[in-house]
């Protein structure tokens, strides 16, 4: 079932949620196969539509096919692919070792499904942030009702459509319209709450959370960082991060938002970026903007603020190294290099989430730590050099979600590593095993013998000899 804008006090949506209570209960005994099969569903459909999930992102943001391909659906067939193929192991019962003052009991960790949950996702990548947790949930045994962002309509009235054709609205159901929507849905109970977004409205989703004890798993942002060390191979992290920078025309939660680079190679450094900046958008030297690779800004106030960020950055003294041009009417911004840069100025304040980069030097491989750690932590920070001893300075120095050695942004495709922030850039993980475990409850189970109580000597009234087996565990375990 798919509810309008003002569904937010319609009872509808009630009733939607209390009949996938229902179903969850049901779903607490699904079997592998029956998992399995949603999946597959959800698989086929995408290999089907695939030419709808493009159309859509094409009208939202002038998104490019390749692109579409490359950072919507594979990221999303990859999870499926990973979870069919894992999703046996993940749910069979756990046995662990049985210490001594247990001996006689067996103890298993059984994986059961949280239950009802809420996915809330954002609009940058509308399609692979909104199908991939649902893949968890749905690996997971869980029920699902999808909030996707209002800001790109085509994807999210097509995934409207997908779920629709796929699923029962007791089983999974999407929600479509604006902040009251999401508003009217955290009122409700539900078992856990997936969001992915900014991190001062995860604070907003944590809080109603709380009103429920409900879990949640909150995949934000914040300004990854890049350090270049003077060792690094320049050409290649230069290709690297302007790639990593531009794809989906930087509006990317994991994208590096700022650069600190070795004073010594700052120039050098800078004459590569723009090689790969025209090698890769501009090889035929028409101007970016006749690029078919270089998608457009989601809005018009996504727009202006990060017209708002140059325009700032330059009245305080930046100099554009590159770039700088700007259409609203088509949401263009040229790919734009920032030198000269003070923490005065938004660039370096706030989160970017477009296609600004702004280039920092700096002396001592300690300063650009010292800098790092200055700001919030950060959901991803890359590193470029060819010393192993200064790799591990920088990870041990500073805390990330994740963090990479010599590219940056493939992390995100890396099924069997957990996926998220810390702190301000989230909490709790996604993808492959984790994002199954986000979704699931690990219970303990233990079981004893009957006629065989390990503690009956415990019992009171307390003698001398309860006392003696009390100091004795205490002193030897």
């Known amino acids: 079932m798919i509810l309008s804008p003002s569904s937010s006090i319609n009872p509808n949506l009630q009733l939607i949620f209390q009949s996938q209570v229902e179903t969850s209960y049901q779903w607490r005994i699904s079997t592998l196969d029956e998992r399995v099969a949603r999946l597959k569903k959800v698989r086929a459909w995408i290999k089907d539509y695939q030419q709808d999930i493009r159309d859509a992102l094409a009208n939202d943001f002038s998104k490019p096919e390749p692109e579409t391909d490359l950072t919507e659906i594979f990221p999303v067939t990859a999870e499926i692919n990973h979870t ?6 993940w749910m069979q019962p756990k046995s662990v070792s049985t210490p001594l003052p247990m001996l006689g009991t067996t103890s298993k960790i059984y994986k059961e499904p949280k239950g009802t949950s809420l996915i809330i996702s954002p609009w940058n990548y509308p399609f692979n942030l909104t199908i991939g947790p649902l893949i968890s949930a749905l690996a997971a045994g869980c029920t699902a009702i999808i909030k996707p962002s209002e800001m790109t309509p085509h994807t999210s009235e097509l995934i409207a459509r997908m779920i629709s054709e796929l699923f029962n609205s007791n089983e999974v159901s999407v929600i479509l319209g604006e902040v009251a929507v999401s508003q009217a849905l955290l009122q409700l109970p539900f078992d856990h709450i997936f969001f992915t977004g900014s991190p001062a409205v995860g604070k907003i989703v944590m809080k109603a959370a709380a009103e429920h004890l409900t879990s949640v798993t909150l995949e934000l942002g914040g300004k990854s960082p890049v350090i270049v060390n003077e060792d690094a191979d320049l050409k290649d992290a230069a290709e690297k991060l302007i790639w990593g920078k531009y794809v989906n025309c930087g509006q990317t939660c994991i994208a590096p938002d700022y650069v600190l680079v070795h004073k010594s190679q700052e120039e050098m450094f800078l004459s590569e970026m ?28 996504n727009f202006q603020r990060l017209k708002g960020y140059i325009d700032d950055a330059v009245a305080k003294g930046a100099k554009i190294a590159f770039g700088g041009k700007l259409d609203p009417q088509s949401r263009y911004i040229e790919p734009t290099i920032l030198t000269d840069v ?30 790092v750690n200055s700001k919030p932590k950060p ?24 963090a990479v050695i010599n590219d940056c942004v493939i992390h995100y495709l890396h099924m069997e590593l957990p996926f998220g922030g810390v702190n301000n850039s989230g909490i ?9 475990m986000a979704f699931s409850n690990e219970k303990g189970v233990l079981k004893q013998r009957v006629g065989l109580n390990n503690v009956t000597l415990l019992r009171p009234p307390y003698g001398i000899r309860a006392k003696q087996i009390i100091e004795s565990l205490i002193k030897w375990f």
């Open 84 to 89: 069919i193929k894992h999703l046996k192991k």
């Open 428 to 436: 709790g993980k996604a993808h492959g095993y984790h994002g199954f």
């Open 342 to 371: 003070t923490d005065e100025m938004l660039v370096l304040q706030e989160e970017i989430f477009g296609p600004i980069f702004p280039i920092v030097p700096y002396s001592t491989l300690e300063q650009a730590i010292a800098y």
């Open 379 to 402: 959901l991803a920070l890359y590193y470029f050099g060819n010393d192993s001893e200064h790799a591990s300075k920088v990870l041990g120095e500073t805390s990330s979600g994740n």
């Open 274 to 301: 723009k090689v790969a900046l025209q090698k890769m958008y501009d090889p035929d030297f028409k101007g970016i903007d006749q690029s078919p690779d270089m998608a457009r800004i989601v809005n018009d106030k």
